[in-house]
């Protein structure tokens, strides 16, 4: 039984976008129906990236597209966010390269880079010609990077970075690495060494990427551990403007925004099917499973949370627009968001009985890619501390 998508709408959502916002959510689910759907099974059986899609994205303007100018697309935040939206209902790891490539590495190099940088990188990786990755997670600290062990030392007219990174998407595709790191200030005790980023090219002698492998989740998504020894960069490569973990926090607050958005769409392909499949699975007096009221209070919870959280995502891409969105308004759709996607996945996955956990339907692979998401970019907890003190003024972490 396929079940062709047609959208989730049940408050007139659309009447509050643009033409122009509907225009980028359209084209892109179109694209997702024709190029991605069709292989995902498959590669998620196979745990394959599908790579042939990198360029045909580019070519839609996917890769850096709130940025302006450098072949970016520049559009706008809620534009921004329907995209990965799209993306997402087509798969978890597809929309994890975009964000990757957009959020943690052009945004970056547009934010903290020099002119030369942005010069030599960004039209390059608007078009998908060059990957990026982000390397800021390390085997000892995911939730707490300020204790990152890898190190940046001046030497002559560049810099030599040691160090280990882990769970790095992308991180064995990518051409160049943001890596940060903290830099060494003799006679500075070593708690108060400043973070700063790094434009590593991942040809240079002592860099190495290693894929992880056996994962459950985000199998179409290549996720690395990066080592570093003894690697000579020139000081041209530093990120100049980069200053403090704030400045890799600010990265992350331009992913989480996406993966806020994207979440729905997961949890929209997720609830469609579940309803399309309940209207025509019959059980007890011939009657379709959609008529027993447990079914329908399933659905009827599944579209009630993917509405509060489309609303969610607009007010704040609609803040995010006027400069005023805060980290704390991101944390909280993406907490609420992923929390709702993945249990919209469980919800439909049961609605499915045994069906629901073939890959013949994308509901399983959708769970298992969720599972990744509630923890990256910031666990489910962590934003819970963030809302947190943002309320109380008292950090709890
Ligand atoms: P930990 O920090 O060890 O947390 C374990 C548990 O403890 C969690 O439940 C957490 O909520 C809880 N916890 C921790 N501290 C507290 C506290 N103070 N109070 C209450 N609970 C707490 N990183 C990158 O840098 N770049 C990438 O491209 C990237 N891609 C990823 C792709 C995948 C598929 C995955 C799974 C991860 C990726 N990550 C990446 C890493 C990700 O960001 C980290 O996994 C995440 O930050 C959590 O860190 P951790 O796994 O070390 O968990």
């Known amino acids: ?82 995209l990965t939206q799209e993306l997402e209902r087509g ?34 990786m608007a078009t998908g010609e060059k990957l990026g990755c982000f390397g800021l997670t390390e085997p000892d600290f995911g939730s707490n ?58 040809d240079r002698p002592g860099f190495t990427a290693h894929d992880v492998h056996g994962k459950w989740s985000l199998r179409a998504s290549v996720t690395s551990g990066l080592s570093m020894q003894e690697v000579r960069i020139p000081a041209a490569n530093l990120l100049p403007k980069s200053d403090g973990l704030k400045s890799p926090l600010m990265c992350l607050s331009q992913a989480r925004y996406g993966i ?21 699975r019959k059980q007890f007096r011939d009657q379709p499973i959609a008529s027993h009221q447990l079914v329908q209070e399933k659905l009827a919870w599944m579209i009630t949370e993917i509405t509060k959280a489309q609303l969610l995502s607009l007010q704040v891409g609609r803040l995010k627009d006027q400069g005023k969105a805060g980290f704390q308004h991101i944390s909280m759709a993406k907490k609420n968001n992923v929390w709702m996607a993945l249990e919209c996945a469980r919800m439909a996955r049961d609605i499915l009985g045994a069906a629901g956990i073939s890959d013949e339907y994308p509901i399983m692979r959708h769970m298992m890619n969720l599972e990744s998401v509630k923890t990256y970019e910031g666990t489910h907890d962590i934003h819970t501390l963030i809302i947190g003190q943002s309320v109380t003024g008292i950090a709890a972490f």
């Open 1 to 82: 039984m396929a079940f062709k998508f047609s959208g989730v709408d049940f408050i007139a959502f659309d009447s509050l976008l643009s033409e122009n916002e509907l225009l980028v959510r359209n084209s892109t689910r179109a694209f997702i129906e024709d190029k991605l759907i069709p292989i995902i099974e498959q590669c998620n059986r196979d745990g394959r990236f599908p790579r042939e899609l990198v360029r045909p994205m580019g070519d839609q303007g996917y890769f850096g597209a709130t940025l302006d100018s450098y072949g970016c697309a520049g559009i706008n935040n809620v534009e921004y966010g329907l």
């Open 91 to 124: 798969d978890s790891g597809i929309r994890s390269f975009v964000s990757v490539q957009s959020a943690l590495v052009m945004y970056p190099i547009y934010t903290f880079g020099s002119e030369e940088q942005k010069n030599l990188w960004l039209p390059k």
């Open 145 to 202: 990077p300020g204790g990152m062990r890898t190190r940046a030392r001046k030497d002559g007219d560049g810099y030599v970075l040691n160090g280990e990174k882990m769970w790095i998407t992308s991180g064995s595709i990518a051409d160049v690495a943001v890596i940060w790191a903290k830099v060494e200030e003799p006679g500075v005790a070593a708690e108060n060494w400043r973070v700063r980023g790094f434009l590593v090219e991942t």
């Open 260 to 280: 806020g958005w994207g979440a729905i769409g997961a949890a929209m392909a997720c609830y469609d099917i579940a309803l399309q499949y309940a209207k025509e």
